[in-house]
């Protein structure tokens, strides 16, 4: 299947809720919110979380097939000067799996934005400890661990796992 991707604009805001939503739906743990939590929030929300994607300093990327369907989605913002973090990472079960590539092509985009058009020196994210799957994702297009650690919020009994992936090699 043929993927393209669309970076994230603020008239976008129906789309990147129905893909939150799928997320949440598809894999909670991954994320800070619940699915019931995101459900609530009133379409002004979703806008200015669209807008804010699409502003200075961030990113939001989104996978689409070849119907126009939005089959997976990354974000990034600069939390500081020469730091960009990686957040929002999410792709539909179907289109899963490394002979899809569409993971890395989307993770391309991200480090191209951070590099080229921030000058990031290196791109940061949080994991769920428990999230082997997008662990060995990130291991395998080059991230390792910082060692540093953060309770996560749902349930401060698990931890998130830091990563880091030097910009200057890629």
Do not use: C
Request: aromatic share 8%.
């Amino acid at each position: 299947m043929e993927y393209r991707l669309h970076r994230v604009r603020a008239e976008d805001w129906q789309h990147g809720r129905a893909i939150r939503l799928q997320m949440l739906r598809d894999t909670p743990a991954a994320y800070l919110e619940t699915f019931e939590e995101a459900l609530a929030h009133p379409e002004s929300e979703w806008q200015f979380r669209a807008t804010r994607s699409a502003g200075p300093g961030n990113i939001g990327v989104a996978a689409v097939d070849g119907t126009g369907t939005w089959v997976g989605t990354m974000s990034g913002f600069l939390p500081e000067p020469g730091i960009a973090k990686l957040v929002s990472v999410w792709l539909h079960p179907d289109h899963r799996g490394s002979g899809a590539g569409v993971a890395a092509l989307m993770l391309d985009a991200v480090i191209r934005w951070a590099r080229d058009e921030e000058k990031a020196k290196q791109l940061v994210l949080l994991v769920h400890e428990d999230n082997r799957r997008a662990i060995a994702f990130y291991e395998r297009a080059g991230f390792s661990y910082t060692g540093r650690t953060e309770p996560y919020p749902l349930d401060e009994s698990k931890k998130e796992l830091e990563m880091e992936l030097p910009l200057e090699q890629h």
